[in-house]
């Protein structure tokens, strides 16, 4: 099959999706799929070594982001390349700009569309408008994207429930995201360590974006208390994002400013490989996210996690055989914090545990697209 995955967030951009996309063309290619990345224009160095191919847009950087706007339709020289192609199934990432670039592809050319749902559309649109009614306008848009697709598929159940909330009513699978199962090696924990000066504390890990919608205010507010208990413990917060400054802000009126070290972005797996390595448990109350790859590479790490009951990332978690679940408040996260740092030793077991139950592998997850791409396929030639 010749395969077209169309994004806006990819390479060198780490985020959630542009990760699943590269993971998407690059096992998919391994596999000996014909597979081509349309993304916007970034930096992303020699591409050589990369067993897919590439067909960027003119973009420019958004102001106080990491991430490049595409604007293809003043891109000529995208045009022709993208119609040099003759893809048997078109895979859209986004209901945005590469979305609908998908989408318009497909429809000149005859092909099917499979659209992943990976966002909870409605809290960003609330969030950027402040208004519930924009909001809600914002997700009727968003449905009507889904509709015009062939297939939609999310991540977990709770994504899938996430995307009816919003009036969605056509059939949706489940395609869950996978990972590179690997042994860490402990020399990545001590260059991690190192690179970001970190102490010997019982180390405390959030990987993601530093934005309030990831219910942050829950970490920080929980380590306070910590404090509060005089119990010694490092916060490492790993990422970038809009609300830097007031999750700063906010960490310094709560007394922990000297406990917690933020890493801004990092573009070196080996040293996010190495973090995770090095935490003893990774915090992740997010509600937002609809899925949670990050709890999945702490596991590959032998770091078990602390997430909110009933939340996506909780789908994963069997509570304290190898993570922990906490509720959506201060006092509920407190006490797992104090009882998980009280108690390493039981923390490595929980560790190894969740190594062994919980990351799924690329591979299995890349079979299982395969076998949805040639059906559809299938379906859609009758």
């Given at each position: 099959m010749k395969i077209g995955q169309f994004?806006?967030?990819?390479?060198?951009?780490?985020?959630?999706?542009?990760?699943?996309v590269f993971n998407y063309c690059n096992t998919l290619g391994k596999k000996g799929q014909e597979v081509v990345t349309i993304c916007p224009m970034e930096n992303m160095g020699y591409r050589g070594d990369f067993p897919f191919e590439i067909i960027d847009y003119y973009s420019t950087l958004v102001p106080t982001t990491v991430?490049?706007?595409g604007l293809p339709e003043i891109d000529s020289h995208f045009k022709k390349r993208l119609d040099m192609n003759k893809f048997d199934i078109v895979h859209v990432h986004t209901p945005f700009i590469a979305g609908i670039e998908g989408l318009k592809y497909a429809r000149k050319n005859k092909v099917p569309v499979v659209g992943s749902f990976h966002s909870k559309y409605y809290d960003d649109f609330l969030q950027i408008t402040g208004s519930k009614h924009l909001a809600g306008i914002g997700t009727d848009v968003i449905v009507k994207f889904y509709n015009k697709c062939d297939e939609v598929w999310t991540v977990s159940e709770n994504s899938a429930d996430t995307l009816r909330s919003y009036g969605y009513k056509k059939p949706i699978y489940i395609i869950p995201n996978g990972m590179e199962i690997k042994d860490i090696d402990y020399e990545l924990a001590i260059k991690a360590k190192k690179h970001?000066?970190?102490?010997?504390?019982p180390m405390l890990l959030y990987v993601g974006q530093i934005n309030w919608k990831k219910n942050i205010e829950r970490i920080i507010n929980a380590c306070a208390l910590l404090k509060k208990?005089?119990?010694k413990f490092q916060l490492v917060l790993a990422g970038k994002g809009p609300h830097e400054k007031e999750i700063a802000a906010a960490i310094e009126k709560l007394g922990i400013k000297e406990s917690v070290v933020f890493t801004g972005h990092i573009l070196d797996e080996d040293l996010l490989y190495g973090l995770y390595a090095l935490a003893d448990l990774f915090v992740f109350p997010s509600l937002y996210d609809t899925y949670s790859m990050v709890v999945r590479e702490a596991a590959n790490a032998k770091t078990a996690s602390v997430v909110v009951k009933d939340?996506?990332?909780a789908e994963c978690i069997k509570d304290r055989e190898n993570g922990f679940?906490?509720?959506d408040n201060d006092e509920s996260l407190f006490k797992i914090l104090k009882e998980a740092v009280a108690n390493r030793d039981n923390l490595v077991e929980m560790g190894i545990k969740a190594?062994?139950?919980?990351p799924i592998s690329w591979d299995v997850v890349i079979d299982q697209a395969i076998q949805r791409y040639e059906q559809i396929?299938?379906?859609?030639?009758?």
């Open positions: 994004s806006d967030s990819f390479l060198p951009i780490v985020d959630g999706v542009g990760r699943v991430y490049n706007a970001f000066n970190l102490s010997f504390d208990d005089d119990i939340s996506a990332p679940l906490c509720e190594k062994e139950s919980i396929i299938k379906m859609k030639s009758k």
